[in-house]
């Protein structure tokens, strides 16, 4: 007599008996492919917006985790939420629900700097530089 298998794999490997829906490796892997299909489509500018978007999490129960560097993409993200969720769920055939943030940390860093911050983080992280200031008193002249 054949052996029946179960479909899935003992409560113990997933907590509180929650299945597995996605894995976010296998999630960004595809993540180009997914931008590229959104560019296809006739309202492509969610694409663009995505561009500067990365998916930093997915829990087992499959709420997929988008960070924005960009505070303007991040918006125009959350208005079309409802349609990216569903853009998403078929594209990758899974039951996945999104949460969208925006990374203020990544968006700073992504400016372009001036020279005063240039110096400013010079005088703050650059050994020799600070030592100048601290032994001799002295200051950047920018």
Not at 59 to 70: A, F, N
Not at 104 to 129: G, M, P, W, Y
Request: charged residues 25%; proline residues 5%; hydrophobic residues 35%.
């Amino acid at each position: 007599m054949p052996q029946v298998l179960p479909k899935s794999l003992p409560d113990t490997a997933h907590p509180e008996g929650t299945e597995h829906v996605a894995d976010l490796s296998l999630l960004r892997v595809e993540w180009h492919q997914f931008l590229e299909y959104m560019a296809k489509k006739p309202k492509n500018l969610m694409a663009t917006h995505l561009q500067s978007c990365e998916l930093v999490a997915c829990t087992p129960g499959g709420v997929l985790d988008i960070s924005c560097c960009r505070k303007f993409s991040y918006e125009e993200i959350q208005q079309e939420r409802a349609e990216l969720q569903q853009e998403i769920s078929e594209f990758y055939a899974l039951p996945l629900q999104i949460r969208i943030s925006y990374d203020a940390e990544k968006d700073a860093c992504t400016r372009e700097k001036t020279v005063f911050t240039i110096f400013q983080e010079l005088s703050q992280h650059n050994e020799v530089i600070r030592f100048l200031v601290t032994e001799f008193g002295g200051e950047l002249v920018y």
